[in-house]
Every structure is written in C-alpha cells, then in structure tokens.
C-alpha cells in the first residue's frame, strides 16, 4: 500500500511559477516509477511527465517540454514537478503518480488526491 500525498498548487498568474511536491508513504520508493497526470474541467485527465526509478531517465508530454521539470529525492521519499512559464490551459487538478511495478510508459497503480493549479491571464 503506496499513499502519495501532494503540495504545491496554488494561484498564479501567466508567465510565473509553481513547484509541485508529492510525498510517498511506501518504503520501496527508489524501486518506483513516478509522474504526474493533470486534469482540466471538462477534460480526460492527460499524462505530464514520469521519471525513473533511479532519475535519470525523464520523460515530457509535449505540452509541458521545455517548460516543466520532474525530479525525486530518495533520501526524502518526494517527487517534484517545477512548473515555469505556465500558462492558462496549465489549469488543472495535478496528480502524483506511482507505478510500483517499475514499468516504463503505463499506467500507475497508485494516485494522490490531487492539488489544484490555477494560472489567469
């Protein structure tokens, strides 16, 4: 049993920046693929970024490439997603994501319960 909690959302206006933490109960941490999924009101939640079991291998959904950065801290069981230049259609509920099977590139078995960013124009 993995519990992810999230932190970070707020209000920001267009151009500025937020950090997203989330935090794993699980004692196998490092064994576990993380990410973040965001869904907007009226939308199918999408897929942000994963990252590795070991941090090294990172990945970008389009939208967020170049603008959003995806970390973790073994020593602090925590994810990170740093979130520069946001803009409007970045309003979303954001959810911690952990795949504790260690696959690459499908779906996590473990969600937070999400933080809400808000950007206005």
């Known amino acids: 049993q993995v519990q992810l909690v999230e932190s970070g959302g707020g209000l920001v206006q267009a151009g500025g920046s937020l950090k997203l933490s989330c935090v794993a109960s699980?004692?196998?941490?490092?064994?576990?693929?993380m990410g973040w999924f965001r869904q907007a009101p009226g939308k199918e939640r999408e897929f942000v970024s994963r990252?590795?079991?070991?941090?090294?291998?990172?990945y970008y959904a389009d939208s967020v490439k170049g603008r959003f950065t995806i970390s973790r801290d073994s020593a602090k069981n925590t994810v990170y997603l740093q979130m520069n230049s946001l803009k409007p259609e970045d309003t979303a509920v954001y959810y911690c994501?952990?795949?504790?099977?260690?696959?690459?590139?499908?779906?996590?078995?473990?969600w937070g319960q999400g933080t809400q960013v808000t950007v206005s124009s």
């Open positions: 990252i590795s079991q070991s941090g090294v291998r990172v």
């Open positions: 699980g004692r196998s941490f490092s064994s576990y693929v």
């Open positions: 994501t952990a795949d504790t099977t260690g696959r690459w590139g499908y779906e996590p078995d473990y």
